[in-house]
């Protein structure tokens, strides 16, 4: 008796606890998938969501958080009859949404929100010394130099779950990174890439939702489409690997195998392989860079006989020109960038722009919103909103 109340002491204490954010979304479930498979390492303490409050509900019901957040504040009374009757702690608003992050119970943060949303839940987790598991890359995109800057000042740590990023940080391990010469970012190419610049002006948001090898949100299928997500993965790891820009590149990579590269000075290239599935890089992320343990599906080389490898074509994909042209503007130019991609992403899904309208979207409002150089938080915050006004001007205006 007294060896068995020990033993699960031990196990307790050594689950780490973490707070999903977005946790019905494509990478909140698949860290709970994680989270459910591995209970003597991770527990859920906090989960959040947007508005799907039902699904909000049935994943609190099976994970049995110490809180649920709603990010719309109108369903909270629906998520408090569900859920304090189990003991389930809850709350709403995008005030709840950062609070939720700085418990004393909480020992790492998921950040798995789309878009800008993501950005003051992080900030508030680095203000409170938490260890973030970042996949919202949005939010290294909006303000990376002002997120590294906080975290200079922390004790908190960002351990990515971008599988590219993942795939980095894996050929990282154990190098001096004095040595690297180049980051070679690996991108699918999206469902368009072998579509000729005439048909891609014709495409539907159906044909852009159809995504080649993953399973993913809405929002960054359309961002893969248009290789914008490839253009933002550029800026991210600029931000998480400190390499400078002009030796960050990105390679068309169909079969999603290679999930990145990084090559040394002395010719060597290392890769990392594996099914696409996020439950590696996500398991990896949590993990605090260790394996786990049948994490994720197995790679089958044979399956894969032919690895291949493009350059990408800023022709047909105009949106990769905007990562370096980011990383050379830096101030608000990346924030307002991603404002305006994600009213034109919206207003594409609604059937109200056409594809290549996204592309036009971002240079208006690049246009329309002032420079600032040396932006301070108030300073992005502001940029957001304006960008997102100007941009829903210019699709107004189509
Ligand atoms: P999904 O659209 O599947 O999920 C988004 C999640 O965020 C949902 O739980 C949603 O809640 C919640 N959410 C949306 N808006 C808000 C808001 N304003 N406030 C609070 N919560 C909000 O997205 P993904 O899981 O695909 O992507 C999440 C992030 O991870 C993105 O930044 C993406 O770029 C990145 N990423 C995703 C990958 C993937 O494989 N999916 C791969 C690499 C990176 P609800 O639905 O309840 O409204
Ligand atoms: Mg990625």
């Excluded at 998921?110 to 878009?115: K, M, N, P, Q, S």
């Excluded at 590696?280 to 080389?301: D, F, K, Q, V, W």
Aim: proline share 5%; hydrophobic share 45%; aromatic share 6%.
């Amino acid at each position: 008796m007294y060896l068995c109340i020990k033993y699960n002491i031990f196990t307790v204490t050594n689950q780490k606890r973490l707070a999903v954010l977005g946790a019905t979304g494509s990478i909140g479930r698949q860290t709970l998938d994680i989270i459910g498979r591995y209970p003597e390492r991770y527990r859920a303490t906090v989960l959040s969501a947007g508005r799907r409050v039902d699904d909000l509900i049935a994943l609190a019901e099976k994970f049995r958080p110490r809180l649920a957040v709603i990010g719309d504040e109108a369903l909270l009374p629906r998520l408090r009859d569900a859920l304090v009757p189990l003991g389930i702690r809850t709350s709403a608003g995008p005030q709840a949404l950062k609070d939720c992050v700085t418990d004393d119970d909480i020992d790492m943060v998921v950040t798995a929100t789309v878009g800008y949303s993501g950005l003051e839940p992080t900030l508030a987790a680095i203000g409170a010394g938490k260890d973030i598991a970042l996949a919202n890359k949005e939010t290294l995109v909006v303000a990376g130099e002002l997120v590294n800057k906080r975290l200079a000042a922390s004790k908190s740590r960002i351990f990515p779950i971008d599988s590219e990023h993942s795939a980095v940080a894996q050929c990282l391990a154990g190098e001096d990174i004095s040595h690297v010469k180049r980051l070679l970012i690996t991108a699918s190419g999206g469902p368009f890439r072998t579509w000729s610049a005439e048909r891609i002006a014709t495409a539907k948001a159906a044909d852009a939702l159809k995504h080649p090898n993953w399973s993913m949100g809405r929002k960054i299928t359309i961002d893969s489409a248009t290789m914008l997500n490839k253009a933002f993965e550029l800026i991210e790891a600029h931000y998480l690997f400190g390499i400078e820009p002009s030796r960050i590149e990105a390679v068309v990579h169909p079969q999603s195998i290679v999930h990145s590269m990084v090559e040394f000075d002395d010719g060597a290239v290392k890769a990392q392989l594996g099914m696409p599935d996020m439950r590696l890089p996500i398991a990896y992320a949590i993990g605090e860079h260790t394996r786990l343990t049948g994490a994720a599906n197995t790679l089958s080389l044979a399956d894969f006989a032919t690895l291949t490898f493009e350059k990408p074509d800023p022709e047909r994909f105009p949106c990769l020109t905007l990562a370096h042209r980011a990383l050379d503007a830096r101030g608000n130019f990346a924030c307002v960038m991603n404002a305006a991609n994600e009213i034109a992403v919206e207003a594409f899904l609604n059937g109200r722009i056409g594809f290549n309208d996204i592309y036009r979207t971002i240079e208006a409002t690049l246009a329309a919103v002032p420079f600032i150089s040396n932006p301070g938080f108030e300073d992005y915050v502001a940029s957001n909103d304006e960008a997102r006004s100007r941009a829903a001007e210019y699709i107004n205006s189509l």
